[in-house]
């Protein structure tokens, strides 16, 4: 699988703590080896956000992507919950 990184994802990584990006670079091999793994509950976005799927990557942090297709993700942000859903 590919993964290309959007200007506003690498934006929102370089504020967010280092252990945070740190667990970030081990889900995402899971990621890449297994999309459907359980512990990264991808699911589709619901709304103004229904093109785009997201993944957990700790409890509360999520990362947003999109599909190009079937082997090409764009990453498009990463946040808290609240953060990136206003929740």
């Known amino acids: 699988m ?3 990184s959007s200007k506003n994802f690498e934006k929102s ?3 967010i703590n280092p252990k945070i990006q740190l ?3 081990a889900k ?3 990621f890449m080896n297994d999309p459907w793994n359980f512990t990264l509950n991808n699911h589709t976005l619901h709304g103004s956000m229904r ?3 997201s993944i957990n990557i700790t409890g509360d942090y999520r990362a947003i992507y999109e599909e190009y297709d079937k082997n090409t993700v764009r990453l498009i942000d990463i946040d808290t919950h609240s ?3 206003g929740k």
């Open 51 to 53: 093109n785009y799927r």
């Open 2 to 4: 590919i993964i290309i």
């Open 23 to 25: 667990v970030l670079g």
């Open 28 to 30: 995402l091999r899971i």
């Open 83 to 85: 953060g990136l859903y």
């Open 13 to 15: 990584l370089k504020k």
